[in-house]
């Protein structure tokens, strides 16, 4: 089984600055196939990312994946209100699909 | 737009079982390009892949939970279901219907959830 390690466990910004999430996992991630999640409180997760680096449909372009093998980043260029919220990341490439604790963005 | 929507029981007592439909619209069901998901959240914790079932059928389950866990799909309606039997006080969750689409590489990311929900375990 891939466990992903999020770090950090909470991230305290402000609005307007920008906010630089990690996953790493424990081997390599087979073809990069990892996604990024947004979840707001009360709220389903919303998928962002897939493939380290594709953002999905209606995903403004502050979002942005990068990464590859067992270290990957989510960028929010600029965090709006909406995006003080959990993040986490999921591997997709090897079963049993497993997601990371996750990181919270905070309001400073 | 596609949608899916969770139904089932909010209570289920101890060593009983689980039990979860999910209704899929908008969209179909018996499409190649997709697996079907069921996805938990503990309160105030992270999230777990439960399982994914194909059109066809078949079935791939969390091995820490595939001895109680089972899946099966409907397609003339429209869905599919989610059993989980001898439950206990740690089964209790949000439970999320998922489907999983094909990337261009043919692996499967989580592009739809349901709203989700709330599965409580008490006698």
């Known amino acids: 089984e891939i466990v992903l390690t999020q770090s950090p466990g909470t991230l305290s910004l402000s609005p307007g600055e920008r906010a630089t999430l990690s996953c790493r996992a424990s081997q390599s991630v087979s073809g990069n196939y990892l996604a990024w999640y947004r979840q707001k409180p009360a709220q389903a997760p919303r998928l962002l990312i897939y493939g380290a680096s594709s953002r999905a449909t209606g995903i403004p372009d502050r979002f942005s994946g990068s990464g590859s093998g067992t270290d990957f980043t989510l960028t929010i260029s600029r965090l709006e209100p909406e995006d003080f919220a959990v993040y986490y990341c999921q591997q997709y490439g090897a079963l049993p699909l497993t997601f990371g604790g996750g990181t919270k963005v905070e309001v400073k | 737009q596609l949608q899916l929507q969770e139904s089932g029981p909010g209570l289920v007592k101890p060593s009983e079982t689980l039990s979860l439909i999910c209704s899929v619209s908008g969209g179909s069901i018996s499409t190649s390009c997709c697996y079907w998901d069921w996805i938990r959240q503990p309160p105030g914790k992270g999230l777990e892949w439960i399982g994914s079932i194909y059109y066809s059928g078949n079935t791939y389950y969390n091995p820490s939970l595939t001895s109680r866990v089972t899946m099966s799909i409907d397609t003339s309606k429209s869905q599919f279901s989610l059993r989980l039997s001898s439950v206990t006080a740690a089964d209790t969750a949000l439970y999320y219907c998922?489907?999983?689409?094909?990337?261009?590489?043919?692996?499967?990311?989580?592009?739809?959830w349901g709203k989700g929900t709330k599965v409580a375990v008490s006698s």
């Open positions: 998922v489907r999983r689409t094909e990337d261009t590489h043919h692996h499967h990311y989580m592009d739809v």
